[in-house]
T-cell receptor, first 110, second 112 residues
Framework: RKEVEQDPGPFNVPEGATVAFNCTYS??????FFWYRQDCRKEPKLLMS???SGNEDGRFTAQLNRASQYISLLIRDSKLSDSATYLC???????????FGTGTRLTVIP | NAGVTQTPKFQVLKTGQSMTLQCAQD?????MSWYRQDPGMGLRLIHY???????DQGEVPNGYNVSRSTTEDFPLRLLSAAPSQTSVYFC???????????FGQGTRLTVV
């Protein structure tokens, strides 16, 4: 079983739409959670950390549900520039390593 | 502000050849790691280091060696390249394993 699972998509949405991605993780001892963004043929870059109480950064909202072991990312008012692959990332308690999901591909259409 | 620098960006090897992928960071990060990214597999950890002189295996270490003689550099060696090692390789560094990971631009390796 994979440590982190994501729907690979693709998600094709019109500009201005709201889109949500979910991710599940298998290890209940997981402690830290992140969303990374990866543009085509580029390196991953941190989009935002995910906190237990949920957090928002502009048009982006991240939520964590520990009981169900899933993480979500909501993007409001989608822009063309949001087109990318979004990677769900988890770190387990006491571990140095990050576990990456396979990513969800988003395309925002004019 | 260089961040994490990987070289080369592209490489084609013949089966059985060896090579070293270079990775350097100028952020004084203790933690460095190497990942490979394959379609449908996500990023998988090959080797990592928590400081100079200390390395450890990740999820897919076979066929790769690493060393960490300085804080800045963390080269990845392919001992005898195989077609299964065709992939995109990313080096990353962070302030501790839990901190934000900064990635190099990647190396696209093809083994024929």
């Amino acid at each position: 079983r994979k440590e982190v699972e994501q729907d690979p998509g693709p998600f094709n949405v019109p500009e201005g739409a709201t889109v949500a991605f979910n991710c599940t993780y298998s290890n209940s001892a997981s402690q830290s959670f992140f969303w990374y963004r990866q543009d085509c043929r580029k390196e991953p870059k941190l989009l935002m950390s995910v906190y237990s109480s949920g957090n928002e950064d502009g048009r982006f909202t991240a939520q964590l549900n520990r009981a169900s072991q899933y993480i979500s990312l909501l993007i409001r008012d989608s822009k063309l520039s949001d087109s990318a692959t979004y990677l769900c990332v988890v770190r387990q308690t006491g571990a140095n390593n990050l576990f990456f999901g396979t990513g969800t591909r988003l395309t925002v259409i004019p | 502000n260089a961040g994490v620098t990987q070289t080369p960006k592209f490489q084609v090897l013949k089966t059985g050849q060896s090579m070293t992928l270079q990775c350097a960071q100028d952020m004084n990060h203790e933690y460095m790691s190497w990942y490979r990214q394959d379609p449908g597999m996500g990023l998988r950890l090959i080797h990592y280091s928590v400081g100079a002189g200390i390395t450890d295996q990740g999820e897919v270490p076979n066929g790769y060696n690493v060393s960490r003689s300085t804080t800045e550099d963390f080269p990845l060696r392919l001992l005898s390249a195989a077609p299964s090692q065709t992939s995109v390789y990313f080096c990353a560094s962070s302030y501790g394993g839990a901190g934000e990971a900064f990635f190099g631009q990647g190396t696209r390796l093809t083994v024929v």
